[in-house]
Nanobody
Framework: QVQLVESGGGLAQAGGSLRLSCGAS????????MGWHRQAPGKQRELVAA???????NYTPSVKGRFTISRDNAKKTVYLQMNSLKPEDTAVYYC??????????????????WGKGTLVTVSS
């Protein structure tokens, strides 16, 4: 079993900053990618940012230049630094990881896991 636990959500004013963290634990063999999705009320879940095992990153256009994703491989933790927040950034932010999971002598590749989500509210 693998668990992802997020922290760092909350309330911020427009123009402010928040930092999200997500730690992975459990029967992890390796982690390919970690990232963040978000879902605003009445909207579909969208990818916000992702970071891959080689360090490459990708962002949805609306957050480029404002959000920065990083990871600490030793701690199996991914971070999302969110600056210049806008009211339209208000959403539940979900951490995800694509990883290889150990199951006794077997390793399962391409396993996707999600956190429970953390609410980010940006007031105008």
């Amino acid at each position: 079993q693998v668990q992802l636990v997020e922290s760092g959500g909350g309330l911020a004013q427009a123009g402010g900053s928040l930092r999200l963290s997500c730690g992975a634990s459990g029967s992890i063999f390796s982690i390919n990618a970690m990232g963040w999705h978000r879902q605003a009320p009445g909207k579909q879940r969208e990818l916000v940012a992702a970071i891959h095992s080689n360090g490459s990153t990708n962002y949805t256009p609306s957050v480029k230049g404002r959000f920065t994703i990083s990871r600490d491989n030793a701690k199996k933790t991914v971070y999302l630094q969110m600056n210049s927040l806008k009211p339209e950034d208000t959403a539940v932010y979900y951490c995800y990881a694509r990883l290889a999971e150990k199951d006794g002598e077997v390793v399962w590749y391409g396993m996707d896991y999600w956190g429970k989500g953390t609410l980010v509210t940006v007031s105008s």
